[in-house]
Nanobody, 121 residues
Framework: VQLQASGGGLVQAGGSLRLTCAAS????????IGWFRQAPGKEREGVSY?????YYANSVKGRFSISRDNAKNLVYLQMNRLKPEDTAVYYC??????????????????WGQGTQVTVSS
């Protein structure tokens, strides 16, 4: 099982980025896929999750959108109206959490390497 996150970069506040999580060794449709982020000095936090339904952290609702392409085994995180506080390393992870616990880091067995997102003011 492997996950690879990509698409990070440097963007000005108000801009957009699309992150991609590529899954291999398993069918992403058999797992829930979560996006997490970790800023320096802070704990890793859940950003969004998809497994049928979609879930978002309150801080990104209305700005971020998660989607998946099952044929390509890809999960996307479209990030719009980015803010400096969105700056973090973003990770994708695969797991089978109950929906109410989708943002619990310990419930994900498989993690990709992170991709840096930097939003300048």
């Amino acid at each position: 099982v492997q996950l690879q996150a990509s698409g990070g970069g440097l963007v000005q506040a108000g801009g957009s980025l699309r992150l991609t999580c590529a899954a291999s060794g398993f069918r992403s449709v058999d797992y829930g896929i979560g996006w997490f982020r970790q800023a320096p000095g802070k704990e890793r936090e859940g950003v969004s999750y998809i497994r049928g339904d979609r879930y978002y952290a309150n801080s990104v609702k209305g700005r971020f959108s998660i989607s998946r392409d099952n044929a390509k085994n890809l999960v996307y995180l479209q990030m719009n109206r980015l803010k400096p506080e969105d700056t973090a390393v973003y990770y994708c992870a695969a797991g089978r959490p109950v929906a109410s616990a989708w943002s619990t880091v310990s419930l994900y067995a498989h993690w990709g390497q992170g991709t840096q997102v930097t939003v300048s003011s």
